[in-house]
């Protein structure tokens, strides 16, 4: 027996393109263990917000986070990361870590569970999360 498609997943996906689509796919659609509530603001941050942007929250015992550090790149959208508990861990060449208890601060109002996690942001406002680890193999 197979699933009928969310008909709003599938609008979405339509509406973002195909570089976010194969993000989407990357990390997988559900957001059903994350502890990040969806339609949240984001608490105070030291970047000025896009419509649309990615937020990248990891640590530095987070492991190889190249697959998903690829996935986020190629959406095609701005990426922002913000590496938490006090370890620095160097994000790709062009990312500028926002580190420091704020970020801490940040990521604890956000509820973060798990990392890395990763945030599809719109208008200010968490539409998905993601928490846990990435193994890439949505990309192949």
């Known amino acids: 027996m197979s699933e009928r498609p969310d008909p709003v997943a599938s609008l979405t996906l339509r509406r973002m393109g195909a570089p976010l689509l194969s993000l989407l796919l990357a990390l997988g659609l ?15 941050h030291p970047w ?9 929250i990891y640590t530095h015992d987070c492991g190889d986070l190249g697959e998903l550090w690829g996935a ?10 913000v590496n938490v508990q006090g370890v ?6 062009g990312l500028t870590p926002w580190r420091g208890a704020e970020a801490d601060q940040f990521a604890r109002q956000l509820r973060v ?27 192949r």
Not at 88 to 93: G, K, V
């Open 30 to 44: 559900s957001s059903a263990d994350a502890r990040v509530r969806l339609g949240d603001p984001l608490p105070p």
């Open 88 to 93: 620095p861990a160097q994000p790709p060449a």
């Open 113 to 139: 569970g798990t990392y890395p996690a990763v945030l599809l942001v719109r208008g200010g406002r968490v539409l998905n999360a993601w928490e846990g680890n990435f193994t890439g193999g949505g990309l």
């Open 48 to 56: 000025q917000s896009d419509e649309r942007e990615v937020v990248v």
């Open 72 to 81: 986020v790149l190629q959406s095609g959208l701005p990426v922002r990361a």
